[in-house]
């Protein structure tokens, strides 16, 4: 599928880059990537899944990914200082970008959508629930965490001995796929292939450290989710690896205990990746919560 922009999305009025998969008027399933991740960080093999299983499939990029409008003059974010409680270097928070998000569904014409994130995007996805309740058919949090300091904490330390990303696109690749074995799932073979090729579109498209930065410091200054998410009455799949070492598993088990009726799905062997032998998995398990949000929608409806 051609990838397509959006123009003027959202209260924040940027541009949105995107891509549609499958019959639009299928169940409409909007995919939300992870911090400093792309929308093809989705892989097209996944997003096929789920549109084999009878859904329209709508990927994008966040603001400061990829093609999608980036606040490069926004201030350079301070952690130091945030996680000492000064958020003046924050531009946004995870509320901009649920916004962003409900935007684009605007843009093309969909009233709601079943919300899939992942990581970062995850709770992108939770925000959207939680401030835009009418516009979430079905909510599933993959590897992600409630905000609560106490819980998904995990080792980040390890990205340190990688440096900064180089701008040449040779030594660029090297280093991302370095950085994606970090998270890889240890039960499953890493796709060097599918790593390397990934990694020279991430390069192509634009890699922009400081964005992903601005990103992360929106998780501090959204804070603790947990009450929130107790009022939310949205059919939910959690999913998270037990393998998870840069989310611990804590962090799915508190987001399905704070979401009433949630089910929990841990996948031994998944790490902080998608791997392609989980894809059938993953499909089948969204395909059946898309089936029972849709199916008791209809009849919620008529009654």
């Not at 409680?85 to 995870?94: F, K, M, P, Q």
């Not at 964005?211 to 009022?231: C, M, N």
């Not at 999913?239 to 399905?256: F, K, M, N, Q, W």
């Amino acid at each position: 599928m051609p990838e397509l922009k959006a123009l003027n999305v959202g209260p924040s009025g940027i541009e949105i880059a995107y891509e549609r998969f499958g019959d639009p008027g299928a169940p409409p399933v909007l995919l939300i990537m992870g911090g400093g991740a792309q929308m093809i960080n989705w892989p097209e093999g996944f997003c096929q899944e789920l549109v084999d299983r009878g859904m329209q499939v709508i990927r994008f990029d966040n603001r400061d990914a990829g093609r999608s409008t980036h606040f490069s003059d926004a201030p350079v974010p301070d952690f130091t200082a945030a996680f000492a409680g000064d958020l003046s270097t924050a531009s946004y928070t995870l509320s901009d970008m649920a916004a962003d998000s409900v935007g684009l569904l605007e843009m093309l014409g969909i009233d709601s959508a079943h919300l899939v994130g992942a990581s970062l995007g995850a709770m992108i996805a939770q925000m959207v629930a939680i401030e835009h309740p009418d516009r979430v058919r079905s909510l599933t949090s993959m590897m992600s965490s409630t905000g609560e300091p106490g819980v998904g904490q995990g080792d980040t330390s390890v990205f340190a001995k990688l440096g900064r990303p180089p701008q040449d696109r040779e030594s660029f690749v090297e280093w991302h796929v370095r950085a994606m074995r970090i998270g890889a799932s240890p039960g499953f073979e890493f796709d060097v292939a599918a790593a390397t090729e990934r990694a020279g579109r991430i390069h192509d498209r634009g890699y922009d450290v400081l964005g992903f930065q601005r990103q992360g410091i929106a998780v501090l200054a959204t804070g603790d989710r947990t009450e929130r998410l107790r009022s939310l009455r949205v059919p939910t799949l959690v999913v998270h690896g037990a393998a998870d070492t840069l989310c611990d598993i804590s962090g799915g088990r508190a987001t399905a205990a704070a979401i009433p009726g949630a089910e929990l799905m841990v996948l031994e062997g998944m790490g902080h990746s998608l791997p392609r032998e989980l894809w059938p998995v993953f499909a089948t398990h969204i395909a059946g919560l898309v089936d029972r949000a849709d199916t008791s929608g209809a009849r919620s409806a008529a009654g």
